[in-house]
């Protein structure tokens, strides 16, 4: 049976809250993958051995990953692109044209469609321009970001995801700047033609990384109107601190109560910036079952986690989504 338009199917199941995958990257780490590169969880699919081996180490553990995080409750998944920016890939792997990098991507996205089958959604992944110069943690993109070109930098992933039938939406993730977040908003249907999303990244203190507050985004959404992107689906936050999550998603829900958000933190560990390393969090707060029901007060339509969450962490997601949603 064909896939509804997930557009659709939100609007005509108003109270259908769907469970997301988790931190994709660091299961795979931890499941013997390096993905410590500039192009991240991208690292196994570079290497022809996991196109030509069918029963290649690195493919059996990617498989795995997708399976038990749909096993664990996921109807959305994710492809693993969030570093495959024609820059990252053509700088640091021996890819170096665009037709190149497109047999890439169409790889990636059909082998991610097979592992889910075809009833589950499908999210084609992309990475903010401050992925490629790690900036997503600290928002700063320089003295002059208004001037830096983001739809150049998206352009080639943009224009292969949205003429892909495989994919059902597509994710901006971790924005972490007010300028490439109005510039992303500023695309019309001619660039952004498919459903989409922006996931912002903030500090605890619910601020993005630059500085930027949720004042600020909010009223950003709020100037264009009528005239923003319809294709824009969702907007929320990931990759944020597990204690402050709902405090943020409901200073948004507040100031834009119509919008339907999307939120998956990362679990309750820290990442140090300096030591690129996550460190274990003797604080936590509240446990997954009271965070879902917060997101879903505040207006969440899609839940998952990010970095360092498991297959465990959807899997009580998921739980919580059934116990409180009204699906």
Not at 258 to 263: G, H, W
Request: net charge negative.
């Amino acid at each position: 049976m064909a896939r509804p338009s997930i557009k659709e199917y939100l609007t005509s199941n108003p109270d259908k809250v769907l469970v997301l995958d988790g931190g994709q990257g660091s299961e795979l780490e931890k499941r013997g993958i390096n993905v410590a590169t500039p192009v991240w969880s991208t690292a196994p699919f570079v290497s022809d051995s996991f196109w030509s081996d069918k029963s290649s180490g690195d493919r059996e553990i990617v498989k795995g990953v997708f399976s038990d995080f749909s096993t664990a409750g996921a109807e959305i998944l994710m492809t693993t692109t969030y570093q495959t920016s024609f820059k990252s890939v053509s700088e640091n792997t021996s890819i170096k044209t665009i037709e190149e990098y497109n047999t890439l991507l169409n790889h990636i996205v059909q082998f991610s469609r097979d592992c889910i089958g075809e009833e589950k959604f499908l999210i084609g992944c992309i990475g903010p321009w401050g992925a490629h110069v790690c900036a997503e943690f600290n928002g700063d993109y320089g003295k002059h970001p208004e001037n830096e070109d983001y739809y150049e930098y998206f352009k080639p992933q943009l224009d292969n995801f949205f003429n892909n039938n495989n994919l059902d939406l597509i994710a901006f993730e971790t924005i972490p700047n007010i300028h490439e977040l109005r510039a992303i908003l500023s695309w019309d249907e001619s660039i952004l033609s498919k459903p989409f999303y922006i996931g912002l990244s903030v500090h605890e203190n619910g601020c993005l990384r630059d500085g930027s507050t949720i004042e600020d985004v909010c009223q950003l959404i709020k100037s264009f109107g009528d005239k923003i992107n319809p294709n824009l689906l969702l907007l929320g936050i990931n990759c944020a601190n597990f204690n402050h999550s709902a405090d943020i998603m409901e200073s948004i829900h507040k100031q834009l109560p119509n919008m339907p958000l999307i939120i998956y933190p990362n679990n309750n560990e820290i990442y140090d910036t300096v030591k690129k390393m996550w460190l274990p969090n003797s604080k936590q707060y509240f446990t997954w079952d009271t965070l879902v029901k917060r997101y879903i007060e505040a207006g969440a339509r899609i839940i998952g986690g990010c970095c360092r969450t498991t297959p465990d962490d959807i899997k009580q997601i998921a739980a919580a989504v059934k116990k409180y949603s009204k699906n």
